[in-house]
């Protein structure tokens, strides 16, 4: 199983960044997946997840109606749109795999290496 994210950078607050992420070695629709992130000093925070069901995606409170999660199954690809980011979307992004969204970020699941995402104000 392997994944890796990609698309980061430093940008300024209310710019927009997509970042996608690579899969191989599953099967995408067999699995929930979704993405993480850590900012500095901090612990993870499951930011986005498309379940196995592909039932409402979930969104942390602090990016609804900021970020859209996407998935292209035919090309193993996810993807995560972000607009209007702010200072304290700044972390590394990670995506991640999982039996269940509520898995997502932790140690039970697979992720790979993380994308920096820095907004400056």
């Known amino acids: 199983v392997q994944l890796q994210a990609s698309g980061g950078g430093l940008v300024q607050a209310g710019d927009s960044l997509r970042l996608a992420c690579a899969t191989s070695?599953?099967?995408?629709?067999?699995?929930?997946i979704g993405w993480f992130r850590q900012a500095p000093g901090k612990g993870r925070q499951r930011v986005s997840c498309?379940?196995?069901?592909?039932?409402?995606?979930y969104y942390a409170d602090s990016v609804k109606g900021r970020f859209t999660i996407s998935k292209d199954s035919a090309k193993s690809m996810l993807y995560l749109q972000m607009n209007s980011l702010q200072p304290e979307d700044t972390a590394i992004y990670y995506c991640a795999a999982a039996g269940d969204c509520g898995f997502v970020g932790t140690d039970v699941g697979y992720w790979g290496q993380g994308t920096q995402v820095t907004v400056s104000s």
């Open positions: 498309i379940d196995r069901t592909e039932s409402r995606p």
């Open positions: 070695g599953f099967t995408l629709d067999d699995w929930a």
